[in-house]
């Protein structure tokens, strides 16, 4: 735990801290953490964690423009595999595009239950996502209450298939 975000894993975790906690000019607080999980394999595995303005009563538009402004200036230290989060928004937003371009949530076919986030004991709203990179393959996905804060837990399955490199890694190394 940082303090604002917390992670829970089954595998080792390398590194864990804040990139950034700051108001957005036009949007409202927001910060990012940047979490590296080695896997079974020895790959590290890359996760930037967001928490994004809440206010809905700001544009999405806005806050993405301010998203992708922090990012430039204090983004992560490399391509992140998954970007996951409180992000406050609903499936296909703009802020999405703006956090995590190119980026997919697991398809409703791996998916289980609602999916609601938000209000842990009754939630009715999906504003927290967890996203993979393009070449990860997602095996499941589900969001659980732990007894603690305002929001389900998100819990992903992912799978790397076989032979295929991560962004930025050399042919042959693992």
């Not at 423009?65 to 391509?79: F, W």
């Not at 398809?107 to 938000?118: E, K």
């Not at 990860?136 to 804060?149: H, M, P």
């Amino acid at each position: 735990s940082t303090g604002l975000f917390g992670v829970v894993s089954r595998f080792p975790i390398l590194e864990c801290r804040l990139l950034a906690n700051e108001v957005l000019p036009g949007a409202g607080q927001a910060w990012l953490g940047w979490i590296v999980v080695q896997t079974p394999a020895g790959q590290p595995l890359r996760i930037l964690a967001a928490d994004m303005p809440s206010s809905p009563r700001i544009a999405r538009g806005i806050v993405a423009g301010d998203v992708a402004k922090l990012l430039a200036r204090s983004g992560p230290p490399a391509a992140p595999d998954l970007v996951l989060g409180d992000l406050n928004c609903t499936p296909g937003s703009v802020i999405i595009d703006a956090l995590a371009p190119g980026m997919r949530p697991a398809p409703p076919w791996r998916s289980i239950g609602w999916l609601c986030t938000y209000r842990r004991p009754w939630p009715f709203l999906r504003i927290d996502a967890m996203l993979a990179r393009p070449g990860l393959e997602w095996r499941g996905y589900r969001t659980l209450d732990l007894g603690i804060g305002e929001h389900r837990a998100q819990q992903g399955v992912l799978a790397v298939p076989h032979g295929l490199e991560p962004p930025g890694a050399r042919s042959g190394r693992r």
